[in-house]
């Protein structure tokens, strides 16, 4: 009897979570359609231009299917949708869909690179601040993590560029890659990294490297300063908890209580902070990308932006919207595989 | 106690005389608390001095932030005539700082009354009548707060057009979110109270009980939220003026000021460096406040 009472839960569970998905996935295309509509672009005249006859016009109104009710033409723009299909792009004359999976591992890259670097240094931060509650290095920790919160992502790039690239000449510049470098490995992966590393390049690994720093170590300063809050208070948490002081009482060693005990259980919720973390860098790196001339994404919906490429706007927002709700999903669902109390 | 009568006795007084004393008492009380912590009058002072930056600039400002001097190009900070130096078209880059304060203000200042209202209205609402209204709102809510912030503004500025108004709206619609789930939470937990029981018992419709009874009360949580979230709003603006979708020159915008200085980066630092000192420091200013506000109220909770 128990066991089929929880696969029945587990079944009711996955429906709903299903369902939620569903509807936030439907409204996200009913988003991006309206505003679609709104555009004072007019699509008719962006196609046949502002010299065309009423009858070219007309057929093109038809061809268009502007005729049709607008709920019609939601339909038709939905099953598109799920077909893959969100049209040519105005300024690369090229399947928007092409286009993304191109740019897309460049802003993979950046944002796991950028969150690797943020767990492995924020999450002992946040330990220590912890543990040190109420004292300096708390509060030095709290004032870091403040004054991160409080600087434009891309100015503190400019910045970096300015020092590490300008006066110190530490790193490389802008972009990918040097121009040097360019196509001298295939692209099997899109990410240079794994590129250069499978085709055996450690040059060209060295240079993609020099490049990506920069960009990531941005990046990471803002997952650093929100993993790092997060890992002190679910950290607080656990210390105060009455197997800690049991643990004490046994005459387990501070370190192993701090690192194994308490981090072990802080550990479930903090994955879903890690996901959240990832999936903000996905979208916080538009303006990352821009200043560091990074071929990814964010820059890609930016300049279909500033040249109206309306196609390509809302593919975009689709794909970054789908990976959001998608890695929302995934670490929801971890954290019930993770802690048995949510099972 | 040493002290009897004056000022002092009246703003700790424990048996408040009228509605008007007690909430001087609790007033008074709060920013005894608020004043033990340096960081959070350093906030205080950020904003303040922002404020009469942002009213004073007329005066305070050496020159027209308009005006163009060919002759007087990216000269550094420090030239004579030039506190902070001036731009690539040579205005001066301290007036325009000086006057970009009040912008800043105004975008922050609009965002933070609109989307916190709207919030509280839709939050409210669906608690207090919780059924289909309540799934309804929430599964919007849901849905908007699932899009990535400012990828949803930038495809609204797109839909919209750039320009100051526009960039102010996107914000506002892409921010609401949190509050609206904030005063769910407590109207939840306000809605089964007596005193709503009693209201209701003595005739008060739905609006009258939302606006007079509920709402009040959710408010407290929800300002300091508000604090909170104005270094975010800030930044957002700053990013869409820095992509060119807010504010359009020749405002003297922060963030439009760091993209127009970015061209000359490697040579003349100081035009992409001296306005994102200046958003850093105010947005440290909120941030200071929000940090301290939160505190005050609850010392547990984090921010999401």
Redesign the interface.
């Known amino acids: 009897m128990a066991p089929r009472a929880g696969a029945g839960r587990a079944i009711a569970l996955a429906a709903r979570l299903l369902i939620s998905l569903a509807a936030t996935f439907f409204g996200l295309l009913l988003v991006t359609f309206l505003i679609a509509r709104v555009v004072p672009i007019d699509p008719v005249i962006a196609v046949v231009g502002e010299q065309a006859s009423p009858e070219t016009v007309a057929a093109a109104v038809r061809e268009l299917g502007l005729d049709k009710p607008l709920w019609q033409q939601f339909a038709i723009y939905l099953g598109k949708v799920l077909q893959g299909d969100f049209g040519t792009s105005v300024l690369t004359a090229r399947p928007v869909l092409e286009d993304i999976a191109r740019v897309f591992p460049a802003t993979l890259e950046l944002a796991t690179l950028a969150t690797f670097l943020g767990v492995l240094i924020g999450l002992p931060l946040g330990v220590l601040a912890a543990v040190k509650q109420g004292r300096w290095p708390d509060h030095l920790i709290r004032l870091l993590g403040l004054f991160g919160y409080s600087m434009p992502v891309f100015w503190l790039g400019l910045m970096a560029l300015l020092v590490f690239y300008g006066q110190l000449g530490w790193t490389a510049g802008p972009g990918r890659l040097d121009v040097f470098y360019e196509d001298l490995v295939p692209s099997v992966t899109g990410v240079i990294l794994l590129d250069a590393a499978l085709a055996g390049d450690w040059e060209v690994f060295g240079n993609a490297l020099s490049h990506l720093i920069l960009p990531a170590g941005v990046l990471a300063a803002y997952a650093l300063a929100y993993i790092a809050r997060m890992t002190r208070s679910l950290m607080l948490e656990q210390l105060g908890q009455e197997y800690i002081t049991t643990a004490r009482a046994k005459g387990i060693s501070e370190a192993r209580i701090v690192w194994r005990h308490a981090l072990g259980n802080a550990l479930v919720p903090l994955i879903t902070v890690i996901a959240l973390s990832y999936a903000f860098l996905l979208e916080g790196s538009v303006l990352t990308e821009i200043v560091f001339a990074w071929p990814g994404l964010g820059s890609y919906i930016t300049n279909a932006l500033l040249s109206a490429d309306m196609n390509a706007v809302l593919g975009g927002t689709i794909v970054v919207g789908a990976v959001f709700i998608g890695i929302n999903l995934l670490s929801d669902l971890l954290y019930r595989l993770v802690d048995p109390r949510a099972r | 106690m040493a002290a009897r009568g004056g000022p002092s006795a009246w703003l700790t007084s424990e048996t408040p005389a009228s509605r008007l004393q007690a909430r001087a008492v609790r007033g008074y009380l709060a920013w005894r608390r608020l004043r033990r912590n340096p960081?959070t009058l350093l906030g205080i002072a950020i904003l303040l001095a922002l404020v009469l930056v942002a009213l004073a600039a007329p005066w305070l400002a050496t020159h027209d932030p308009l005006a163009q001097n060919l002759d007087g190009r990216l000269l550094p900070p420090g030239s004579p005539g030039h506190l902070l130096g001036t731009d690539d078209l040579g205005r001066d880059i301290f007036s325009r700082l000086v006057h970009g304060a009040g912008i800043t203000l105004t975008i922050v200042a609009l965002v933070a009354l609109t989307a916190p209202a709207a919030g509280l209205l839709i939050g409210t609402l669906a608690g207090y009548l919780g059924g289909w209204v309540d799934g309804l709102l929430m599964?919007?809510t849901?849905?908007v707060l699932?899009?990535?912030?400012?990828?949803?503004a930038?495809?609204?500025?797109?839909?919209?057009?750039p320009g100051i108004e526009n960039a102010i709206l996107a914000i506002a619609i892409t921010a609401w979110p949190p509050y609206a789930r904030l005063a769910r939470a407590e109207t939840l937990t306000l809605r089964n109270s007596d005193y709503i029981s009693a209201i209701r018992l003595q005739g008060a419709g739905t609006p009258r009980i939302l606006v007079g009874h509920v709402m009040p009360l959710c408010l407290s949580s929800v300002i300091v939220r508000v604090t909170l979230d104005m270094?975010g709003i800030i930044?957002t603006a700053?990013?869409l003026g820095?992509?060119?979708?807010g504010a359009q020159p020749p405002t003297p915008e922060w963030?439009a000021m760091?993209s127009a200085g970015?061209r000359f980066?490697?040579d003349q630092?100081w035009v992409?460096?001296l306005p994102?000192l200046a958003?850093?420091?105010v947005?440290?200013g909120?941030?200071?406040l929000g940090?301290g506000l939160r505190d005050l109220l609850d010392p547990r909770s984090?921010?999401p």
Request: overall charge positive; hydrophobic content about 70%.
């Open positions: 960081l599964r919007l849901d849905i699932a899009f990535p912030r400012l990828i949803l930038l495809a609204f500025v797109a839909a919209l057009g270094a930044l700053a990013g820095f992509l060119g979708l963030g760091i970015r980066l490697l630092w992409a460096t994102g958003i850093f420091v947005a440290l909120f941030n200071l940090d984090d921010r």
